[in-house]
């Protein structure tokens, strides 16, 4: 499996987890698209920095060859899926009142 397939399939679980394992439907709540708005610029200068560098480089073959701001596009796939995989545990934890054993 390539790295593309990998962000594809993450982004693709987290989208379902949302709307049908959590049931938290944060994809249709302006919070979730507000708090994206706010990190993925974050995201983008990490990302850039690192790759501009050289300091993670990818394989030309394991992904697409979109970028942005010289990260490739999978990286992007990978942030969405972790901030609404986080953030639906957030949801689900502080309904159910998560408790430390």
């Known amino acids: 499996m390539i790295y593309s397939d990998i962000a594809i399939t993450a982004f693709s679980l987290a989208v379902m987890n949302d709307l049908f394992g959590f049931k938290t439907s944060l994809l249709t709540?302006?919070?979730f698209w507000t708090s994206y708005a706010i990190i993925l610029p974050?995201?983008?200068l990490t990302n850039w920095w690192l790759t501009s560098r050289n300091i993670v480089m990818y394989d030309p073959e394991a992904i697409v060859g979109l970028r942005f701001f010289s990260a490739p596009?999978?990286?992007v796939l990978f942030g969405f899926a972790l901030l609404l995989s986080v953030m639906g545990l957030?949801?689900?934890w502080g309904r159910k009142g998560f408790q430390r054993h």
């Open 42 to 44: 974050f995201q983008f």
């Open 90 to 92: 957030w949801e689900v």
């Open 73 to 75: 596009a999978e990286d």
């Open 29 to 31: 709540r302006p919070a």
